[in-house]
């Protein structure tokens, strides 16, 4: 029988499943991010794309360990890579690991398998909103076009980093420059037990990336509650998701009626608010003009590859 590895590479964590041709998942193990933009070292050590491909590498044995299985039993792996955007990061990281041996292999980049994992129709657009912002989608005739992902240069918003920079803000206006006042002061001094402005400028040295996953649902948590402020946000959310869906609707191939659209990402999965998932389907059906049939990611988007791998690669 032959075995498939799909792998999911993220800017924090990165999921290498094993799967048999039945679709079935037989074992994950999960590793470190892989994303090349997030490591930065001297030239004379490792340049970015070494120790990717080198963390992707080690993942790999580790789940050929984990199962007792060979390089040599795999008939394919696709990997979905965070940061792989542009071909020549393509070539850069698959150069690295065929010198591994890894000769029966694609990459493409990890917002396409969210589509492959959480469409119908195996065309879709997906809207990824966590670490960071990407907007990917695939047509009926298969083509693929990835928006979004280059942070103020594109204009992102919505991702973790960004509503945690906009709670604080929020947070910092009502009690520094006594603007409009939000709910999300009291959340916040309940959530870091201070009381003061002085309390709010002093986490600005404790704060790590823990603070991101808080301070996100402190937000929907305001959200949820009809907070002005929070709801403006959201508004600005929902309208640039809508801006990226209505511009693949309008160049790309999709049915007038009811084309799909996968929501995923830690914003979209974890931390749901059905208020903010109302304006974007509002906003992007005004926007398009058309009726859409949004889903929420529910499997792992690691199983997009073991789809992709047996409609094309198998």
Known sequence: MPYYIGVDGGGTKTAYALFNEKEELLALREGPGTNHENFVGPPETMTPFDEAA?????????????TGRSLDEIAFTLMGLAGVDHPFQYEAIMKR?????MERLEIFNDGFIVVKAGSRSGAAIGLNLGTGVCCNAIDRRGRRVQLAGFGLFSGDVGHGP???????????DQLVLRLEPTALTGLLFDAYNINSAEGLLGLLETLGDSAIKTFVGLFFEALNHGDAPVLQLAEQMALRGAQLIAAHLRTLDF???????????????????????DLLKQKSEELSGRSL???????????GCIKWILQEFR
């Open 162 to 172: 960004w509503i945690a920079a906009s709670v604080f803000r929020l947070v910092y």
């Open 255 to 277: 049915p007038e009626e009811g084309a799909e659209v996968v929501l995923s990402g830690s914003i979209h999965t974890k931390l749901l608010s059905g208020v903010y998932v």
């Open 293 to 303: 049939a949004f889903h929420i990611l529910d499997v792992p988007p690691v199983m």
């Open 97 to 101: 690991l065929r010198g591994f041996g």
């Open 54 to 66: 080198a963390r992707l590498w080690a993942g790999i044995q580790g789940l050929l360990d984990d």
